[in-house]
C-alpha cells in the first residue's frame, strides 16, 4: 500500500534562511508523482511542485525545489531563502502515475513557522 | 486549466441536522473529483472520490455520502450530522496531467 510520512510536525526557521521539509514515502508502483503542498491559514490548497519517478533532474520552482533520493524513497522540500509568508503547512503527497484514476495520498502535513 | 467552486464557507450546524456541501467544476469537463475532510490542525482524509455521473467511492465508512448527479457537480450529504463531522471540507478535480489537482476554497464546518 502507498504510504507517505512527514515526520516533522512543526518547524521554526530563522528568515532568510533555507527550510528542509522532510518526506518519505511507500509503494511497490513503478511510475508515481510526488508533490507539495502549501496551506496557509486560509486553508486554501496552494501547488508548489511535482516530481515524477522518472524524472532524471530535480524538481525546481522558483525558491522550491524537491531532493528527490529514489532509492532512499524520500522527496524533501527545500525552500531557499525563507520569508515570513512560507509561514504555513505543508504536505507531502503522492499518486500512481500510471493511472490517472488513482487517488492521490496525502503526507499529515508539517506546520512551518518563519520568525522574523 | 480548472477552478473548482465550493460553498458555503463556513457552516455551524447542530447535532443531528442534515447536510449539503456543494462542489462545482469549472474549465473541465469529466474530471475525476474527490471529497477530503481536514481536522484542525491535521492532514486530508480522502472521503469519497468519483470518476463520472454516478460513479462514487467511499474511503472511510461514516454517515456521510456523496453524490455526482451531473459532470460537473460533486455534493458531500449527511442525513444527521455527528459532533465528529466538525472539520475543513476541500472539494478537489483531477486535471488531465497527473500532476493537476485542483482544489476549491474549503468549506469550515462546526457541529455545535
Known amino acids: 500500500a502507498q504510504k507517505i510520512t512527514q515526520t516533522q510536525p512543526g518547524m521554526f526557521v530563522q528568515e532568510k534562511e533555507a527550510v528542509t521539509l522532510d518526506c518519505t514515502y511507500d509503494?511497490?508502483?513503478?511510475?508515481?508523482?510526488l508533490f507539495w503542498y502549501k496551506q496557509p491559514s486560509s486553508g486554501e490548497m496552494i501547488f508548489l511542485i511535482y516530481?515524477?519517478?522518472?524524472?532524471?533532474q530535480n524538481a525546481t520552482e522558483g525558491r522550491y525545489s524537491l531532493n528527490f533520493q529514489k532509492a532512499r524513497k524520500s522527496a524533501n522540500l527545500v525552500i531557499s531563502a525563507s520569508q515570513l509568508g512560507d509561514s504555513a503547512m505543508y504536505f507531502c503527497?503522492?499518486?500512481?502515475?500510471?493511472?490517472?484514476?488513482?487517488?492521490?495520498?496525502f503526507g499529515k502535513g508539517t506546520r512551518l513557522h518563519i520568525l522574523p | 486549466s480548472q477552478t473548482i467552486h465550493q460553498w458555503p464557507a463556513t457552516l455551524v450546524q447542530p447535532v443531528g441536522s442534515p447536510l449539503s456541501l456543494e462542489c462545482t467544476v469549472e474549465?473541465?469537463?469529466?474530471?475525476?473529483l474527490y471529497w477530503y475532510r481536514q481536522a484542525a490542525g491535521r492532514g486530508l482524509q480522502l472521503l469519497f472520490y468519483s470518476v463520472g455521473i454516478g460513479q462514487i467511492s467511499s474511503e472511510v465508512p461514516q454517515n456521510l455520502s456523496a453524490s455526482r448527479p451531473q459532470d460537473r457537480q460533486f455534493i458531500l450529504s449527511s442525513k444527521k450530522l455527528l459532533l465528529s463531522d466538525s472539520g475543513f471540507y476541500l472539494c478537489a478535480g483531477q486535471g488531465r496531467a497527473p500532476y493537476e489537482q485542483y482544489f476549491g476554497p474549503g468549506t469550515r464546518l462546526t457541529v455545535t
Open positions: 509503494t511497490s508502483d513503478q511510475s508515481y508523482g
Open positions: 516530481q515524477g519517478s522518472y524524472d532524471e
Open positions: 503527497a503522492m499518486r500512481n502515475r500510471m493511472n490517472r484514476d488513482d487517488k492521490i495520498i
Open positions: 474549465g473541465t469537463s469529466n474530471p475525476n
